[in-house]
């Protein structure tokens, strides 16, 4: 009978050390806070929970935050896939000062990043302006929030692909160039199958940051209740008002809503690595 | 499928890899392209296949000048020494993806891909293995599922790089054997890649040799081992010893004394002689040899290999005495090349 064990024998010593260090740093830094979070939503009875998450403002914002955020890391899949392909397979001129670029974004201060933002987008601005005859706005619209989350969260698609990519044996492309195979195929059949883990993680991230994301977007979406208003943005306002148990509760969905699609992203990615083997 | 490799020189960033290298390949033969690392023979596999394309030159398929069809085009089997499978994809997905992978108007049907990847794996004696991933499978497996995958388009040629170089000495003998009977089976057109000579006399039909982007010279195994045409040759294949000699009137001298070896053809002045460990004949006297003082005997498998310093710049030659000869006791041998060659001495 094999007895379910804690720990497996290891030689490598320290593990009561190591592994008390890691628990006690996870409760305080990570656990504890989040608790916190669902104790304060306790203090709410039913009926004022009830009403505070199925407001119309707060399902408009939670529409909205999600779905942005949805489609802003859909939008960095992809762009982030093909910007990674071009600085890993190409070389040239200029190729670490783009590759530093992208890691912009992860620098500035959101807020400076918001400010610019809104700045080249409203309709008088740099690219506002090529848009408003058409009567396209795209600051104070949804649609400036969903440049403001792609903005923050392409770094992290890029990398995330890139050091897989950069291990990518070419030979296995140049052997579905012997048997025939156009390039089109090989893309689609021999490259990308092994990089969707990679893809995913990079999924993961760039939407978690995005859902959370507060200080870029505030200053793009104008924060017209009901259609440009962000969740994070609501807390603020329960927060402003004093209504902490209130604030707590949207917290408290969001946290939920975000953990049910990162487990699903993990079970999707679980399933690829099994079946592609370790990236 | 013949083919022939014409005036090829391929240039990588000025530096040339090959240099107006010219080959014949009969349809059918086993063909061995052996060198050391840096010799260009990998890039010359690469010319053939498509992988890259020749500076100048060309490369004909048969009649069918091939320099600049693509790599799709011209249909050649490939296997990489690191196998290069498609990880996510089956064993039997593998060898099916050539024929997969076709237009439509020339794809076989699904099931008769199928049956093709079962009867390859039959081939490759992997039978059963069809739905496995290829990290479940071990490195010489791994390399036969490479073959099949190569085998399943119907190659015109299949071009082998290194086949064996990842795998250890055991499978690399069993598959060796191995892939000299499925060329016998199915008499394509096969050149490979190797820098283990053993490798290559055993298994080719010619060998090629090559060194520094040239082929220093074609030739079946006995050939390139009996009569090796550059003091290269020699010492690549096998093992030599090379001494520095002088051609004077036909006659080969050592100092100042004849070896009592004749050199009618070769040019006079100095020349280096080379010979074989095996190939020597000990003599008791001596009134034209070559004497030298053992510096160090060992025992290798049935016989005794000594050491010998000769002259006064201690030049140092092995020869092959029988296990309980005399000499080994000696400190000052006597011997004479049986067979050897005399190349001009270079520069």
Redesign the interface.
Known sequence: MARIRFRQPSILPGFGLTFGFTIFYLSLIVLIPILGLFVKTFELDWASFERIVTGPRFLAALRLSFGASLLAALFNVVIGTLIAWVLVRYRFFARRFVDAIIDLPFALPTAVAGIALTSLYVPQGWFGRLFAPYGITIAYTPVGIWIALVFIGLPFVVRTVQPVLEDFNREVEEAAATLGAPRRTTIARVILPPLLPAILTGFSLSFARAVGEYGSVIFIAGNIPRQTEILPLLIVFRLEEREYAAAAAIATVMLLVSFLILLAVNLIQTWSTRRFGHV | MELSIRNVRKEFDRFPALEDVSLDIRSGELIALLGPSGSGKTTLLRLI???DFPTSGAILFGDEDASRKS??E?????V?Q?Y?????MTVGENIG??LK??PAATRPATADIRRRAMELLDLVQLAGLENR???QLSGGQRQRV?LA??L??EPRVLLLDEPFGALDAQVRRELRRWLREIHDRTGHTTVFVTHDQEEALELADRVVVMSQGRVEQVGSADEVYDRPNSPFVYSFIGESSGLPVRVENGELWLEDRPIGLKAADAPGGRATLHFRPQDVELLDGCGGCIAGTVSSSRRVAGTRRIELEIGPEHHRVEIEVPIDHAAAQKSRVAFRPTRWAVFPASA
Request: charged share 15%.
């Open positions: 296949a498509g992988l790599v799709q011209r249909n050649v089997g490939f990489f690191h290069a499978l498609f990880r996510n993806f050539g992978v076709r991933y290829p990290n490479a995958r190569a399943a388009i």
